[in-house]
């Protein structure tokens, strides 16, 4: 028999709508053996339990769950028959549940796992760190620390891409823990959307509608001269009591964010952010009025700018907590540093790989075949001296060639091109039936002249995009290093589609799928893509004269070439298939209080 004093009975009350409740045997750890018998109850994401042994009652938040599993168990000290146990990993520790049953067990597991997957668009509803934080706040301000957005420029004031700041923060809703941010999928700027946008969206905003009355009034007291100093210290031990009045998450998660943004003010002679830029930003969107209207907006900021500027006094931090912040995202700068080193020296590694590749000396069904070591930093020159010399053959006008879909279509590797990285990014679907092949260089002395004199080239040509057999009939303009295609002359309309000529391969030949209308044609891909496109043309001559001068484009090394912004092709070409991905949608509260941004798209 044991007695409960009114505190417990006054929280124990409180926990009477459960959805769950029983004897359960808990262990905190793996190392410990020793088992307690303890009674829980279930009640939303809180996992309550009386310890009879401590006489105390505390509690798992379910919110702050990396991952739950069931385990076979194997303590030799356990009298029970049933030994399966269930993890609940949370950060920095793992607690251990046993229940007596088999039954009772599948229905205690079922229960945790509803509880700790459901969440919802409000603050209390979300998945928490250890801090008592948000992920998504948490790992969006670790990524800015953490990658050189401190110093960036325009820091939360310049946006990202509407599109993928969407994309975040509905990833962040659907998994939180399984985001992964870096650097080469966002930007900062994209992170710092997704950021803004989450507390915007909030259905009740971070400093909360009960309190905003109270935090504008103080906000916009009136400071008198002959009393200046002690009328803003009133003002401040307001701001001091009103945070203690907020919820205990939106109060952490204040303190994170507003200790971040007092971060990113240090660097303002870097990143141009000073703490009324900051606050100029955050102050409507961490506060919004019950009446929807804007009136109130130069408070907020204010409210927002003394918090930055008096954030160590209004939370109570130290500086050796400040000190400790700042070597901990030190370390993890350093860490990253040391990561990006390893991932560099991995692929210089993978450079000086060598793969044999199978190569043929004239066509595949009638010529020598030979195999010869390549690793990808080996380029066309280098490769095509090496077989030469080592073949002794005779002559200077070898070319090494590529030849993809069953031979039909054919190209000579640009001397700058890496064989090995061509060869690799082959369509799988056409792979088997392509090779490479040292043969006399086909074009030259049909191409030499157009190659020496030529300007720009323009005329009509028959086009198909690759994606049906359908050729269609569009005016081509060749100039500055960029292919565009038009409805009508050039003159007289906007180009429906064009391409940076240094980002084409370009084969000789068309699929006899595709069914050409002449038989002087050429094929080509587009960057990283597999669809080939082609365009025929009426003469043998025009073939010649448009290769030419698309070659002459492709002879150096593209990353030399630069381009007008008057010739580059609109962005996205007409003939592109773009299709919007479809991002699941969060049930979201839109308030009208809060300011529109461009990170909403």
């Known amino acids: 028999m044991f007695c409960i004093n009114s505190n417990q009975k006054f929280q124990f009350n409180s926990y009477q709508k459960f959805q769950f409740a029983g004897f359960l045997h808990k262990k905190d750890g793996a190392a410990t053996t020793n088992w307690q018998r303890l009674w829980f109850v279930l009640k939303g994401k809180s996992l309550m339990f009386y310890s009879v042994t401590n006489d105390s009652i505390d509690e798992i938040d379910l919110r702050k769950v990396v991952t739950l ?104 809703a659907e998994d939180p823990r399984g985001v992964r941010l870096n650097p080469e999928d966002y930007t900062i700027h994209d992170v710092t959307g997704a950021l803004k946008k989450y507390f915007r969206e909030l259905p009740d905003p971070l400093m909360t509608q009960k309190l905003y009355k109270e935090w504008i009034d103080k906000a916009g007291e009136t400071i008198k001269p002959n009393k200046k100093c002690q009328d803003h210290d009133t003002k401040l031990q307001w701001y001091h009591y009103l945070l203690r009045e907020m919820p205990s998450i ?25 703490t009324k830029n900051l606050a100029a930003v955050f102050g409507p969107t961490l506060m919004a009025s019950s009446d929807q209207s804007f009136h109130n907006t130069d408070k907020e ?6 918090l930055i500027d008096y954030y160590t006094w209004l939370f109570g931090v130290s500086d050796e907590e400040i000190t400790k912040e700042r070597d ?24 000086d790989m060598d793969l044999l590749v199978e190569m043929f000396i004239g066509s595949k069904e009638t010529g020598q075949s030979i195999n010869i070591k390549l690793n990808r930093s ?14 002794q053959m005779p002559g200077d006008n070898w070319a090494l060639v590529e030849k993809i879909s069953n031979g039909e279509l054919e190209r000579l590797f640009h001397g700058y091109e890496r ?32 190659i020496k004199s030529m300007h720009a080239w323009n005329g009509f040509l028959k086009y198909c995009d690759g994606v049906t ?13 960029v292919l565009n295609y038009y409805r009508d002359n050039k003159s007289n309309s906007n180009p429906l589609g064009g391409w940076k000529v240094a980002e084409l391969k370009i084969y000789m030949g068309v699929e006899k799928k595709k069914q050409p209308p002449t038989e002087w044609g050429i094929s080509f891909t587009v960057g990283a893509e ?3 496109r082609a365009i025929c043309f009426e003469r043998q001559d025009d073939l010649y004269m448009w290769l030419g001068g698309l070659l002459k484009s492709k002879i150096v090394d593209p990353s030399l070439l630069t381009y007008s912004q008057a010739n580059l092709p609109p962005t996205p070409t007409r003939d592109s298939k773009h299709r919007r991905s479809k991002i699941p949608k969060f049930p979201l509260n839109w308030r009208k209080s809060r300011m529109p941004s461009i990170d909403d798209g």
């Open 530 to 532: 597999h669809t080939i």
């Open 301 to 306: 900021i204010k409210v927002i700018a003394d």
């Open 69 to 172: 599993s069931r385990q076979e168990g194997s303590d030799r000290n356990s009298t029970s028959e049933f030994n399966q146990y269930i993890s609940v990993v949370l950060p920095g520790k793992i607690v251990y549940l046993r229940a007596e049953t088999k039954q009772a067990s599948d229905a205690w597991f079922g229960a945790l796992q509803k509880a700790a997957a459901h969440k919802g668009p409000a603050l209390d509803q979300q998945q928490l760190t250890g801090e008592n934080v948000p992920i998504i706040v948490s790992e969006c301000i670790k990524f800015v620390a953490t990658h050189d957005g401190l110093t960036t420029e325009g820091i939360y004031r310049l946006s990202g891409t509407s599109s993928i700041i969407s994309k975040l923060v509905n990833m962040f």
């Open 328 to 351: 901990k995202e030190e370390k993890y700068r350093d860490g990253l540093a040391k990561l990006k080193e390893a991932q560099q020296a991995a692929r210089r590694s993978e450079m």
């Open 469 to 481: 057999r359908k050729w269609k009939r569009y005016h081509f303009d060749l100039s500055s290093n």
């Open 419 to 450: 064989v090995l990285v061509d060869i690799m990014a082959w369509n799988p679907q056409i792979a088997a039936g392509n090779y490479v092949c040292i043969k006399e260089n086909p074009l030259q002395p049909h191409i030499s002249l157009y």
């Open 378 to 391: 080996q380029t066309a020159d280098e490769i095509l001296n090496q077989v030469v010399a080592q073949q």
């Open 250 to 274: 939106n109060y952490d998660t204040l303190k994170v964010l507003i200790g971040h943004l007092s971060s990113v003010s240090a660097y303002a002679t870097e990143n141009k952010m000073y």
